[in-house]
């Protein structure tokens, strides 16, 4: 239940991004992004220790700059968007970390984040904004994503480490 001293914030989405990197033939990165998701975090309003974190990711935003291959991602090799549409992230901050419940594909596992606050500003309009940076590393297939292919070499086309990075700015609601 929450009091009176809690605060809600938005994802400010204009000016959030959240990333994915993950090693293609294991001798270079591949980088993709979710162009939409949405999120709320209810905390105090001097702190977000403690915050209850909802984030909602749209699979179908996916894009790593090629069609064919996002179309390879949102496919049932991958992240199954048809069956699947969203992907999303409950949890609470916790000191600099970011600590919940991942659902990607029907299949939750907790996570923890690395969690950087950047702090609170206001912008010109009035409007009260909080930023945070937060980084880690999921195995996909933890997440029934397992497809993979085999080099000549006996090497492994994608790496089973998926970093995650997020630039969040929030917006006081």
Same mark, same amino acid.
């Given at each position: 239940?929450? %009091? ?20 293609? =033939? ?21 702190? !977000? ?28 090799? !991958?992240?199954?968007?048809? %069956? ?9 901050? %916790? ?6 419940? =991942?659902?990607?594909?029907?299949? %939750? ?7 950087? !606050?950047? $702090? ?11 930023? !945070?940076? =937060?980084? $880690? ?6 997440? $029934? ?29």
């Amino acid at each position: 239940m929450e %009091t009176s001293t809690t605060t809600k914030w938005a994802v400010d989405a204009a000016h959030s991004e959240l990333q994915f990197k993950v090693k293609h =033939l294991l001798i270079s990165t591949v980088t993709g992004s979710f162009k939409s998701f949405s999120g709320e975090i209810h905390g105090s309003d001097d702190s !977000f220790e403690g915050a209850r974190v909802e984030i909602t990711v749209d699979i179908n935003s996916i894009d790593t700059n090629q069609a064919d291959r996002d179309n390879h991602l949102k496919s049932d090799d !991958f992240f199954a968007a048809a %069956t699947y549409p969203t992907m999303h992230f409950s949890g609470h901050v %916790t000191g600099d970390k970011l600590a919940g419940d =991942l659902t990607v594909r029907g299949t %939750t596992n907790k996570v923890i984040f690395d969690l950087d !606050f950047n $702090g609170i500003a206001n912008d010109p309009w009035g409007n009260t904004k909080a930023g !945070f940076e =937060l980084n $880690g590393k999921i195995n996909r297939k933890d997440f $029934g994503l397992t497809w993979n292919a085999i080099t000549e070499a006996g090497g492994m086309l994608v790496s089973e480490d998926i970093k995650i990075v997020g630039n969040i700015q929030l917006a006081k609601a």
